[in-house]
Antibody, heavy 121, light 109 residues
Framework: EVQLVESGGGLVKPGGSLRLSCAASGFTFSGVWMSWVRQPPGKGLEWVGRIKSNSIGGTSDYAAPVKGRFTISRDDSQKMVYLQMNSLKTEDTAVYYC????????????WGQGVLVTVSS | EIVLTQSPGTLSLSPGERATLSCRASQSVSNNYLAWYQQKPGQAPRLLIF???NRATSIPDRFSGSGSGTDFTLTINRLEPEDFAVYYCQQSTTSPPTWTFGQGTKVDI
């Protein structure tokens, strides 16, 4: 069964840090580009960033609101992708989804169940 | 950054009717990299359409996507009770690499 399972969410104070993890199973992980998308409570979807497959460099790109604060990494041996979030702000409060992409990284064909991150004092 | 505007905000229909959802881009979407997702309360989104008109795996054929350039449409023929949800369009660009989503259209009874 194809699965993406996120973990690591919770409550953190403004200025704090948190690392989200995403465990993949049921598909060939190493060649797949992975991304994170978030959704503030009651609002729409927002792309956070992506990481390419290691076979083409494994580099990452980020949305403007998180650039310089968030870092995406991957461990193909463990089939894991991570989202390191630093200098968190209240506006980062959201459900964070781990997704795998296809069709030249244009669409998300697999989604995790999401994990809630709450940034509040 | 390409902005996607979805209309209407809410579509009130009955089972068996046809739903027509619009997604308009502020600039042309390259390679027709336009996708549609369905999201039900408390669930993750699900991919319905990619590349503007290609149905994703296991998506019923009552869902269809069309359009190119700046104007795209998701059509749901013969609405089933399970189709009442929020629908998002999404586009991707390569330079700079980014995705943007529309604000969503709620299809309710």
């Amino acid at each position: 069964e194809v699965q993406l399972v996120e973990s690591g969410g919770g409550l953190v104070k403004p200025g704090g840090s948190l690392r989200l993890s995403c465990a993949a199973s049921g598909f060939t992980f190493s060649g797949v580009w992975m991304s994170w998308v978030r959704q503030p409570p009651g609002k729409g979807l927002e792309w956070v960033g992506r990481i390419k497959s290691n076979s083409i460099g494994g580099t990452s790109d980020y949305a403007a609101p998180v650039k310089g604060r968030f870092t995406i990494s991957r461990d193909d041996s463990q089939k894991m992708v991570y989202l390191q979030m630093n200098s968190l702000k209240t506006e980062d409060t959201a459900v964070y989804y781990c997704i795998s992409t296809f069709h030249s990284d244009s669409s998300a064909n697999r989604w995790g169940q999401g994990v809630l991150v709450t940034v509040s004092s | 950054e390409i902005v996607l505007t979805q209309s209407p905000g809410t579509l009130s229909l009955s089972p068996g009717e046809r739903a027509t959802l619009s997604c308009r881009a502020s600039q042309s979407v390259s390679n027709n990299y336009l996708a549609w997702y369905q999201q039900k309360p408390g669930q993750a989104p699900r991919l319905l359409i990619f590349g503007a008109s290609n149905r994703a795996t296991s998506i019923p054929d009552r869902f269809s996507g069309s359009g190119s350039g700046t104007d795209f449409t998701l059509t749901i023929n013969r609405l089933e009770p399970e189709d009442f949800a929020v629908y998002y369009c999404q586009q991707s660009t390569t330079s700079p690499p980014t995705w943007t989503f529309g604000q969503g259209t709620k299809v309710d009874i």
